[in-house]
């Protein structure tokens, strides 16, 4: 079956980078997307990668993919209090399993 | 845009109570799903419909039934409720393109306490 990990945590400080890294077992998915929950909401897509791409810049955000060895990872430059939330990577899959998430604090 | 709207919003139940959460969704999108989110476990899936008509259990379907009542909704029902069941539920929906998804859109979740 599929399987996604991240890490639980991660502490940085305001102005700095954060990386978030994933890994997971199902590797057919066209698109592996990060999505965003901020206190007290749903889940809301936050980017995407193409899976035929190594990396991908929006804004702040780039997503890096290593496909051979089945990581996804997220940066985030320039933090700021506002990216404080919990970080889920999805790998499209057809039964849509999501990790437990990285939850991002962020320190003024 | 609606997208994906439960109700309700919070709920309070005594052990051994049922309910049925509601999901509807106005994307025209085949697949929804049912979690829960508890501190520390993430979203783990409880069911999903891949399309209308059809249903099937997920990482924990234990203590819970749903209906595709048609394409637009999708409740989840629980018999019995138990403290175990004190949780955060999210309904999602997708579009689905063969064995796989694209992006999948959430409601806003149901907070529910079983006392």
């Known amino acids: 079956g599929e399987d996604v990990e991240q890490s639980l945590f991660l502490s940085v400080r305001e102005g700095d980078s954060s990386v978030i890294n994933c890994t997971y077992t199902?590797?057919?998915?066209?698109?592996l997307y990060w999505y965003k929950q901020e206190p007290g909401a749903g889940l809301q897509l936050l980017t995407y990668i193409f899976s035929n791409m190594d990396m991908k810049q929006d804004q702040r955000l780039t997503v890096l993919l290593n496909k051979k060895d089945k990581h996804l990872s997220l940066r985030i430059a320039d933090t700021q209090t506002g990216d404080s939330a919990i970080y889920f990577c999805f790998t499209g899959g057809f039964k849509t399993i999501f990790g437990a998430g990285t939850r991002l604090f962020v320190k003024a | 845009n609606a997208g994906v709207t439960q109700t309700p919003k919070f709920q309070v139940l005594k052990t051994g109570q049922s309910m049925t959460l509601q999901c509807a969704q106005d994307?025209?999108?085949?697949?929804m799903y049912w979690y829960r989110q508890d501190p520390g476990m993430g979203l783990r899936l409880i069911y999903y419909?891949?399309?209308?008509?059809?249903?099937d259990k997920g990482e924990v379907p234990n203590g819970y039934n749903v209906s595709r009542l048609n394409k637009r909704e999708f409740s989840l029902r629980l018999e019995s409720a138990a403290p175990s069941q004190t949780s955060v539920y999210f309904c999602?929906?997708?579009?689905?393109?063969?064995?796989?998804?694209?992006?999948?859109?959430f409601g806003q979740g149901t907070r529910l306490t079983v006392v």
């Open positions: 419909s891949a399309s209308e008509g059809t249903t």
């Open positions: 199902d590797s057919s998915s066209t698109y």
């Open positions: 994307m025209n999108h085949n697949s």
């Open positions: 999602a929906s997708s579009e689905a393109r063969g064995l796989m998804n694209t992006e999948a859109f």
